[in-house]
Each structure stands twice: as C-alpha cells, then as structure tokens.
C-alpha cells in the first residue's frame, strides 16, 4: 500500500487476511455483479487508513478507512475523496507538569507511495486555489486526497473561515477532481456532513431532486454542540444569500447537518440507539433518518495470534504480555484499558472518581487519548489523570494515541471500559475492536452497547447520573468483573462468547453490506433512471 515493508504487520498484509465473506470471487460480484456502472463516491473530512498516514484525529476517520478497506475487501466499486493535511493530525507529548503538547506530523505523499493524478481549481471567494490530487490505493479503492498549499495544513487546525473554506475544497474539488479523472460515480456518500458543499457543485448540473436520490449521508453527532454550524454572514459572503435557507435551524447559523439532510434522499444514523437521538434531533427536516450501525474491519484490528489458536487465554496473555511489557505494568493483573478522546461527555475521570476504592482493587488501568488542542477542559482532565498517574504503579498514561497504539490496546487489555454520558456516544467503535479480540467490554448502554451487551460478553452500567454510574461501576468490578476474572474457566468462556458473538456482527463487513442494500442499491438505481 504505501511502500511500509520494514513494519511488524504492514498494512498490505492487514488488508490482504482472508474474512469468510470475502472470498474469491468477492461478494459484490457474486451478489450484484450484473449491475454496471455503478459506483460509490465516499467523501469523508479525515481518513484513518494507517497510523503512517496521520490525515485522521479520532472515531469518525477510523471509521472511514475501515469502511474502505471492507469496500475493497467485498470487491465494491467504490473511491474514496478527502484531503491531505500537510502538517497531520498532532502528535502528543506530556511536558512535565502532564499537559498536553502538541507537534506536528508531516505527511509526504511521494514518501508514502502516492501518485499525483491531476490538479483542480475551486474558487473560494475572491481566491481561486490550486489544489492536487493524490492517488493512495487501499487495496482495490484508490483514495484521492487534495492538497493546496496553506489550506490543508491541518485537520481541525485555524479560524472558523479557514474550516468553511476546507469544506468548500473537499466538496466542490472532491467533485471536479473525479470529474477531471473520468470517474462518474452513481452514488454519492456524505460521511458526516463535513464534505455537503459537494451538492453545491452538483447543483450546477443536475437538479436537487436528482442529488437528492443520488445522495447518502451518515450523520455521527448526537451531541448538538458537536453539528457542526456556520455564521451566515461567512456562509452567504462566499456561497451568497440564496444558500443560506437550505441550511436554516433552530439552533440559529448554517448548519452543516441540515443542510447534508436537505441535499440527501437517503440518511442515517450510526447506531439503533443513536437513530432513535438523530430522529428527535432532525424532526423537522423532511429526510427519513435510518440507521446501520457502524462496525470495524476486521482484517486491521483483529491480532493475527488469536486465529486458530488452540488456547484462547495462552494466545491473550502474549498479546498482553506485549502491553505490560511497553506499559510497565503487572502481567497478572486484571487490566482495564480506557483509550478516549479526551472530550467531556466521554467522562474519562469517572473510573478515577474514588480513586481510594479503586486502587483497593487489584486493578490496573492503562488510559491514552488527545485532546482538542482548543480543548483547555479536556486537558485539565487529562493532566488531573496524568498527576495520578504519575503517583501510583496502577495507572499508565501512554502517549500519542494512534491507530497503532489503539491495536496494542484493543488486543491486549482484559477490559475495555466505556462510561460516556448517555445518549452522547453515536457508536463507539474501540469496543468493537475489543470485542473481537475477546477483551470483554464493561460500558454504559450507549452507542452500540445496548445492541451488543448480553450477560456472557460482557457487563452494563445503567445508573441514571455520574454518581449512581460510578457506583454501578465500582459495585460491578467488585462483584462481578474481578470473580470472573478469577475464574480462568469462566473467562475463557466469555472471552470466546464475545468472539464468536459479536465479532460478526460488529464486522465492517456487515456493515457496508447494509449501506448497499438499504441505501447504494437504490441510490444507484434512481441515477439510472
Ligand atoms: C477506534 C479508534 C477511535 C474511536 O474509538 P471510540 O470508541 O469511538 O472512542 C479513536 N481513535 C483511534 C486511534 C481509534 O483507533
């Protein structure tokens, strides 16, 4: 994929690991083979193909990259448009009081294996900006990504205007640099409504009915702080006043979600639970909200050592073994891994609450995540948790979590903790990399919980604020987690339960076969018509 050969696992080899549903022939050929010129343009703000590829800052492009890589996996046709942020998402050190520090990342495109397909120009108010068009293959799905000298610095980086005019390159240049390519998709798929401004482009030819049929958007955000909103004073000084109604809410602003749902015929929500938010959220906009709840690809987050193993414990304590090691931790005790974005509906110093009947507990918690670098309560967090981290041999703060940290993670803990503020987790994906690996998921019934949780996989928390979900919390290690820990038995058996239970069902595999045939096939065919 991107010239990686000296690493432990290149990706190439990640994505070249055979899943049952991704046979020879493929499924797509089997399944929809007949059906020609069909094709998916997938657009996303970030994607997190590979930790060498720093273009991603959490969920959301983890999420876009393991759907491409199942795409290509399930032989869909299928492209990938975003953009290359020069300066990657941020590295992060402690400096020594524990706060959070940011460096940059570069990202050379030729270093990686890239290709410079063509270039194309977008207007951007009074500016007409260059951008180029990189070619990344992830296995069969060429990724284009856009790059114009001082606007794809950074990803979530600079002023409000410098995001509007991001969007506006990602979605009328993600437009025309496919159409410069000869690349004619009959499905356009919005993944967040970041890349919306691709209607825009659209509209110039087609009529909205026609974008309409043709259009997919996935909205992630049921936090209504985190839709994201324009002024319409920036919005109407570079798209005019004519605009401004398609993306008029409630909330006051241009909304990108309402206005990714006004251009979008088909719309969904990334959990069952998360459909039911975004429904009462969106209530008032014509689109039907469904849902499909997100999943992860299997061939990059399942450990190699777990396939035909004989001993599934034997086989978990190497991959533990690894952490501990890289950790600095105790090999035989029950490890808890809480790896989150440092925002606060994720509640990441809810575990720590009690830190006195906690550390009575033979536990030991390995905890990593960014901040915003804009987020100063989010660091405050994380530097209360590095401070006690610092003072006790039972927590680890693991620097720059990444895609290839959160592998170690996934792979090598014995509980995947997940304690957000109900209902504020769309999905949450790390639990589903977890699950897979046997590592067993305590959580509030957020996200995909509540569709995964059963008894033998895993346990609940159910309390109805932050303190009643921290005793529930306490009470369940106490009583439940730590005796069936004790158990080697009885946490095999859950161990393989959650394997066998959930891995297929939280598999992105899954996954983007219900985008086709709830939402692809149909797009496709009013294109057709
Ligand atoms: C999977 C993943 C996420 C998303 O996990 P959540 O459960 O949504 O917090 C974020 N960052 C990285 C690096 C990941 O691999």
């Not at 693991?398 to 503020?421: F, H, I, K, S």
């Not at 393989?496 to 149909?522: D, G, N, T, W």
């Amino acid at each position: 994929m991107c010239g990686l050969e000296s690493r432990e696992h290149a990706p190439h080899d990640r994505m070249s690991r055979a899943e049952p549903i991704a046979q020879t022939p493929p499924w797509w050929s089997r399944a929809h083979g007949r059906l020609e010129d069909f094709l998916v343009a997938y657009f996303c703000m970030e994607f997190g193909v590979d930790e060498l590829l720093p273009i991603y800052s959490g969920g959301l492009g983890v999420l876009a990259g393991d759907h491409v890589k199942s795409a290509s996996d399930l032989g869909l046709p299928l492209v990938g448009v975003g953009l290359l942020y020069r300066d990657g998402y941020f590295r992060q050190r402690l400096d020594g009081d524990g706060r959070q520090q940011e460096a940059p990342q570069p990202v050379d495109p030729e270093a990686l294996g890239m290709t410079h397909e063509t270039t194309v120009s977008v207007e951007l108010g009074p500016d007409t900006v260059e951008a180029a068009v990189w070619r990344h293959d992830v296995g069969s799905v060429p990724l284009y990504l856009l790059d114009a000298p001082g606007l794809t610095d950074g990803l979530y980086a600079g002023e409000r205007e410098h995001r509007l005019r991001q969007e506006l390159l990602l979605g009328v240049g993600g437009v025309r640099a496919l159409a410069a390519l000869g690349v004619e998709p009959s499905v356009w798929h919005l993944n967040e409504g970041h890349s919306a401004f691709l209607a825009l482009e659209r509209l110039r030819r087609e009529e909205l009915e026609r974008v309409r049929a043709t259009t997919v958007f996935t909205t992630h955000t049921p936090v209504p702080a985190g839709n994201e909103v324009f002024d319409q004073e920036l919005v109407a000084r570079y798209l005019g006043e004519d605009i401004l109604e398609l993306g008029r809410w409630d909330g006051g602003g241009f909304g990108m979600t309402p206005f990714a749902l006004r251009v979008s015929g088909h719309a969904n929500a990334v959990s069952e639970l998360h459909g039911e938010v975004a429904r009462g959220m969106w209530a008032g906009i014509d689109t039907p909200i469904g849902h499909v709840t997100n999943g992860v690809h299997p061939g990059t987050w399942t450990a190699p050592e777990l396939e035909d193993a004989g001993d599934l414990w034997e086989a978990h304590r190497l991959l533990k073994a690894r952490l501990v090691e890289r950790a600095g931790l105790d090999p035989e005790l029950l490890t808890i891994g809480l790896a989150r974005r440092f925002a606060t509906y994720k509640r990441a110093g809810l575990v720590f609450s009690d830190p006195e009947r906690l550390f009575s507990l033979p536990v030991q918690i390995v905890v990593a995540g960014k901040a915003h670098p804009a987020d100063e309560s989010g660091k405050d967090l994380m530097q209360e948790i590095v401070a006690l981290s610092r003072g006790s041999d039972r927590v680890v703060f693991l620097e720059d979590y990444d895609m290839g940290l959160a592998r170690v993670l996934v792979q090598g803990c014995d509980v995947w903790l997940n304690t957000p503020r109900r209902p504020q987790e769309a999905s949450g994906t790390s639990g589903m990399k977890a699950a897979m690996n046997g590592v067993l998921n305590l959580s509030v019934l957020d996200g995909w919980w509540p569709e995964g949780y059963s008894p033998e996989v895993g346990w609940a928390i159910t309390g109805a604020d932050d303190a009643a979900d921290a005793e529930e919390l306490y009470r369940l290690l106490e009583h439940e987690v730590l005796p069936a820990y004790a158990d080697r038995e009885r946490w095999s058996a859950m161990m393989r339960a959650s394997i066998e239970q959930l891995a297929p069902r939280f598999s992105m595999h899954r996954a983007v076969v219900e985008y086709v045939e709830r939402y692809y096939l149909a797009a496709h065919r009013s294109a057709r018509r």
